[in-house]
């Protein structure tokens, strides 16, 4: 099956090329980084983690939301997500390979990696991430390769897989809780320390990952003869909307919390994020695109003669990924780190060379998602064939 | 000939047999104590904390601007020098007091208290949330006597335990910390670090258990650092602790630090 990526036209080709000019430019840069250290990055003392484990955290919600269409698909049989499981489920093996690269750049001694297998420690919540995410990425791999491969014989799924298809459902809750208890387990970091952190990954994670389908989608119908079909997207459109409403929900309880209780370790993140905290205002240009992007994505979601057009449906799920990503990937996991614990402020900026290992994991990331999809779109035209 | 082989089966077997049953005993004679003999000099406590005496050290700052135990620590575990304080390195610093106590602080307190810098070290906390987040278990809290260890060399370096730590008392070595020792000062009895791993304060647990007490304690001229064994009635930190009121830093938080400071 895998000779199918090997076949395509030149468009194809120069994708490839592109993504993988920009992995060994990221690849480069981190050899840079074995080399002098961490300290090419931005982080500091007081940020120890930056822009890698920001990424990270996002990319686990885009994984962990390709069970918004093998749960609709596989427990109540909603016929039209049939065409697409595969797609949610390739995209979680990227999303998840990306998260585990970007783990893998963070750390200040990559070679001792497998210290966390030799020396298995169930009181850390970074022990139990390792499980998850690795389990999740076997699962998915193994479950879009057995499923494809089937339907390529035009034969029903073996009876083993249906198993794996079920339990892939709960864990795929299981990797965005166990990445938000990562964070809402610390003392001491008071932004991070709410109960309803799991609960806002899940949110932010079933509207940023099926926006990034939809718009995977349209681009698939657009450049090949397979078509996703209307009624798969329209589905999709109501979880991303369904989701985005809890998921901006959720954060005005969080900053209800913080200003009405006025406690000054809760409040001082958002003020950070929004207006500067101590003359430091680093994020708040970002922080207020994420909002104006979360209301023009609510404005074209919700009224359903907006979100039926799909021009205004593609502006929408662009607003969704880019005002979620900024909320994820940008200012969650700094701020919790600013005011530190001394109630001091050392601002982080990432440097270029963290940048570009950064754009290489994401390439890296997109190249792997690329070839997934070429087979699996191929397999889709041959049956039609 | 024939009895021959009989008698080497035999002896093959229970050879095979004792081996596989080595680890066993192995494993049993290990429960029984440590592998090694410690030094019957070693100073014994159940849970060693320190106190900080602020008003002498107060006094020495302003009488010669006294760094007597940062210089100590940091000279004893090759400690670099790192000018970048976005990178550097401490295992024991000075901090002022709305800083060192963020959630304590008023502004209607002493001028003195306001004005002066605290002593902030590893408070090797009685539930350490650093050790409770290491994947690797390079951050451990030693059983014997409540210290919380660093293994540098089994560190992966995912920094966990930083934003774990609510008290800043840990740093990671952002590049290589060797250049900023000077050659000549190296203390060759202790390690120096490579890039790429945490480290912290460790209350000299290699001096303790050579039966000496802890090199900051040891450095104070004015004994304004009392260390000792927290829950020994006897002890000397006990009778002052008895004897005065004192405060630890972020209590609230549950960690239940060992280090105490009278104001």
Known sequence: MLEKAFKGGQKYWSLLLGLAILSGVGFACFMLQLNQGLKITGMSRDVSWGFYIAQFTFLVGVAASAVMVVLPYYLHHVKEFGRITILGEFLAVSAVTMCLLFIIVDLGQPMRLLNVLLHPTPNSILFWDMVVLNGYLFLNAVIGWTVLSAERKEMPPPAWVKPLIYISIPWAVSIHTVTAFLYAGLPGRHFWLTAIMAARFLASAFASGPSLLILLCFLIRKRTNFDPGPSAIEKLSKIVTYAMITSVFFLLLEIFTAFYSKIPGHMHGFVYQFAGYEGHAELVPFMWLSVILSVIALVLLVPPQFRNNEKLLKIACLAVFFGLYLEKGVGLVVTGFIPNVFDKVTPYIPTAPELAITLGVWATGFLIMAVLYKVAIGVKEEIRA | ?263
């Open chain 2, 1 to 263: 000939m024939e009895k021959n082989r009989r008698e080497f089966l035999k002896i093959g077997g229970i050879s095979v047999l004792g081996l596989s049953a080595l680890p066993v005993f192995q494993a049993l004679a290990q429960e029984k104590g440590p592998r090694y003999k410690p030094d019957p000099k070693a100073l014994k406590g159940a849970q060693w904390a320190m106190i900080v005496d602020m008003k002498k050290c107060w006094e020495q700052q302003e009488k010669r601007q006294c760094k007597d135990c940062i210089l100590a620590c940091h000279k004893i575990h090759n400690v670099p020098d790192i000018p970048d304080q976005k990178r550097e390195i401490k295992w024991i610093w000075l901090e002022e007091y709305k800083h060192a106590f963020p959630d304590q602080a008023h502004e209607y307190a002493p001028e003195k208290v306001k004005e002066s810098p605290f002593m902030l070290l590893c408070n090797h906390c009685s539930n350490p949330p650093c050790v409770r987040v290491c994947p690797t278990k390079a951050t451990f809290k030693r059983s014997q006597d409540g210290i919380v260890m660093m293994d540098f060399h089994r560190c992966i370096g995912c920094r966990y335990c930083m934003a774990g730590c609510p008290y800043g008392a840990r740093s990671f070595n952002w590049g290589d910390p060797r250049p900023y020792l000077k050659p000549e000062d190296i203390n060759m009895t202790y390690p120096t670090r490579r890039k790429g791993v945490v480290e912290k304060c460790t209350f000299c647990y290699e001096r303790i258990d050579e039966g000496l007490q802890p090199a900051c304690v040891e450095a104070c001229k004015v004994k304004a650092l009392i260390f000792g064994d927290v829950t020994n009635p006897n002890s000397e930190v006990r009778k002052i602790l008895s004897g005065h009121y004192s405060l630890r830093r972020k209590i609230e938080l549950g960690t239940g630090p060992n280090v105490y400071y009278l104001i």
